[in-house]
């Protein structure tokens, strides 16, 4: 049993969850109602990783705000703005097909008990509040503007502390690293029980029926990872952007897809960036920044539902009212919290920017959600593996312009 234990170890991660995904459909296809106790590993696995995340974060950011030596430079500037033009350009891309491609919508029952924010004013509000949550309340509710916010307070505080407590705090980080480690061994299993669970519940057939929008939203989508972004990296390092481009879909983008939480993924994000040999102090910072303000997706799932109700309703949309829509939800994007559907309570927001009543924009969320076990997935996949694509680039096109001055 251990000598199988070890051979199964030696394989690959992506590998393995490949066979966990291609187990989860078998049993999801074929014998459903037996093999339904495998969900609780999708759970547990989920669960586990959300749990580690917020106090993984918080040491790791105070470890290295608090270690940082006066004088070393960072590319934090240069990485808030890959997010923030990456968002928008994703909001573009979907504006611009779903202008291409129209889609209507068949709207019928909305979504009850669910209070979807008033403005951008209340977007911006709340992500300001949350800037300044109480510490243990924001480590509770996986907070991470405000995990953010005390790490970087708790990290200058304790610049001046003596050398033993910031080697505490760093081994503390370290120590909850290795955590993660174990806890991404079993992701075969957990990703098993998440796709049984997301094909045995919503079923191929209700997916289908929704077959357009699909397709529009994951080719958006597909586009963006594949060929906007690809296009920034080129113009950042001057090199073949695609293997790093589709390293940071394979290793990042994978398990994102499946846990369908930007902030489930803060882990494995992390654990690339170390593979990838990119500066601890900055990339400690920018991928749960990027788990909060890097919503390339998001503004996409925002951008083509909202115009596909614009569509459906017969309304007349300019040219001004589209670019204004790319802005809006590139904003909106930015407030969408790092879980499962967090984009789709924001479609009400840009939908009062045409008129829409409140009631016919919440059934519009509804189809989100009915879509949601793919549009949710693959906008993971996107927005998480964005936020370390977009890192490396910042470092590397930092490291090509001092190789140049250099010379």
């Known amino acids: 049993m251990k000598k199988l234990f070890n051979k199964w170890n030696k394989i690959s991660l992506v590998k393995r969850i490949l066979i966990g995904l291609i187990i989860g459909i078998i049993l999801a296809l074929t014998i459903p109602d037996v093999a339904k106790p495998i969900v609780i590993f999708g759970s547990l696995f989920v669960g586990a990783l ?7 974060v918080f040491f ?5 705000i608090s270690q940082h030596k006066s004088g070393k430079k960072t590319n934090m500037k240069s990485i808030i703005g890959l997010y923030l033009l990456g968002t928008f350009l994703a909001g573009l891309v979907a504006v611009v097909a779903s202008f291409m491609f ?20 209340e977007v911006l509000k709340n992500l300001l509040m949350n800037v300044v949550d109480n510490p243990v309340k924001a480590l509770f509710n996986a907070n991470y ?7 970087l307070v708790l990290g200058l505080a304790l610049k001046g ?28 299993l957990g990703i098993m029980g998440l796709v049984f669970d997301s094909i045995a519940t919503q079923g191929i057939e209700t997916l289908l029926s929704y077959g357009q929008l699909i397709v529009l939203l994951v080719g958006c989508m597909a586009f963006v990872a594949l060929v906007v972004n690809p296009i920034i990296v080129f113009i950042g390092i001057r090199k073949n952007p695609y293997p790093l481009v589709l390293k940071c879909l394979k290793d990042s983008g994978l398990t994102a897809f499946f846990t369908r939480s930007s902030a489930a993924n803060i882990p494995v994000n992390m654990g690339l960036c170390q593979e990838l040999k990119l500066d601890k102090d900055t990339y400690s910072v920018s991928i749960p920044l990027g788990a909060t303000i890097n919503m390339g997706g998001a503004a ?9 109700a614009v ?8 040219i001004g009212m589209a670019l204004l829509l790319s802005l809006l939800s590139a904003v909106s994007a930015c407030g969408a919290s790092g879980v499962a559907g967090g984009s789709l309570l924001l479609i009400p927001l840009a939908c009062s920017l045409f008129g829409i009543p409140n ?14 076990v793919i549009q949710d997935s693959c906008e993971t996949a996107l927005n998480s593996s964005t936020d370390v694509l977009f890192t490396a680039v910042a470092e590397l096109s930092k490291n090509r312009k001092e190789k140049s001055k250099a010379k």
Do not use: C, Y
């Open 50 to 56: 959300k749990a580690v995340a917020p106090i993984l």
């Open 60 to 64: 790791l950011v105070m470890s290295a």
């Open 102 to 121: 129209k889609i209507s919508l068949t709207l019928g029952a909305g979504v009850n008990d669910i209070a979807p924010p008033g403005g951008v004013v």
């Open 145 to 151: 503007i405000g995990i953010l916010s005390w790490a």
């Open 161 to 188: 502390a003596a050398t033993s407590t910031k080697t505490m705090i760093t081994n503390t980080a370290d120590a909850l690293s290795q955590v993660v480690r174990w806890i991404i061994n079993f992701a075969p």
């Open 300 to 308: 996409i799932t925002i951008s083509v539902l909202t115009l596909a």
């Open 311 to 318: 569509h459906t309703l017969g309304i007349e949309v300019d």
């Open 359 to 372: 009631d016919v924009a919440m059934q519009v969320v509804g189809v989100g959600f009915i879509v949601g």
